[in-house]
């Protein structure tokens, strides 16, 4: 086999390069494709919701006054505990608490309208007038959770007791 002086080696490469005119994106290009997969979002999950039970609110200190929202049709287990410091939601055997939005609007007993976490975010709303019960209140409500792209996975109505836990 022969061999080519370098400057020959130099010229053939630079041909065969020249027969491949990759374009490289422009600037506009390349940040439309970050953009473009950073937009992609998961599909919308549903969020199964458990009842808190009593032993729940023991072990974890979940005592004080507030509302429990009863999903109908759930059985009799508060599915979330409003207070005047914490939402609580139950999801995998695993409670999730939620920090109350104080610039929501107030609902009974120290609750809040609405609450955020890192994945969700809730809204209770009375969609009933709301009545005394002995020492506390109650109410018809509906409760919507969103998912950190604010799309609806949990969307219930209920009955809310709002009193000392």
């Not at 422009?26 to 494709?33: C, H, V």
């Not at 006054?65 to 609580?88: H, M, N």
């Not at 609450?115 to 409760?143: C, D, V």
């Given at each position: 086999m022969?061999v080519l002086p370098?400057?020959?080696?130099?010229?053939?490469?630079?041909?065969?390069?020249?027969g491949?005119?990759?374009k490289?994106?422009t600037d506009?290009q390349?940040?439309?494709?970050?953009?473009?997969a950073q937009?992609?979002?998961?599909?919308?999950?549903?969020?199964?919701?458990?009842p808190i039970l009593?032993?729940d609110?023991t072990?974890?200190k979940l005592?004080?006054?507030?509302c429990?929202?009863?999903?109908?049709g759930g059985?009799?287990?508060a599915?979330?505990?409003?207070?005047d410091k914490?939402?609580?939601?139950?999801?995998?055997?695993a409670l999730?608490?939620?920090?109350?939005?104080?610039g929501?609007?107030q609902?009974?007993m120290?609750?809040?309208?609405r609450?955020?976490g890192?994945?969700?975010?809730?809204t209770l709303?009375?969609?009933?007038p709301i009545?005394?019960?002995?020492?506390?209140?109650?109410f018809?409500?509906?409760l919507v959770i969103?998912?950190?792209?604010?799309r609806?996975?949990?969307?219930?109505?209920?009955?809310?007791?709002c009193?000392?836990?």
């Amino acid at each position: 086999m022969p061999v080519l002086p370098r400057s020959a080696l130099i010229f053939a490469g630079l041909l065969s390069l020249a027969g491949c005119e990759e374009k490289e994106p422009t600037d506009a290009q390349a940040i439309a494709a970050v953009n473009a997969a950073q937009d992609i979002k998961a599909p919308v999950e549903a969020l199964l919701l458990q009842p808190i039970l009593s032993p729940d609110i023991t072990k974890n200190k979940l005592h004080g006054t507030g509302c429990a929202f009863v999903a109908e049709g759930g059985g009799i287990g508060a599915v979330l505990l409003a207070q005047d410091k914490r939402g609580v939601i139950k999801v995998e055997n695993a409670l999730i608490i939620l920090a109350p939005d104080t610039g929501s609007a107030q609902m009974p007993m120290g609750s809040w309208s609405r609450y955020t976490g890192k994945e969700n975010a809730l809204t209770l709303s009375a969609s009933g007038p709301i009545a005394s019960l002995g020492t506390g209140k109650q109410f018809k409500g509906k409760l919507v959770i969103t998912d950190e792209h604010e799309r609806p996975v949990y969307t219930a109505n209920g009955d809310v007791q709002c009193r000392t836990i």
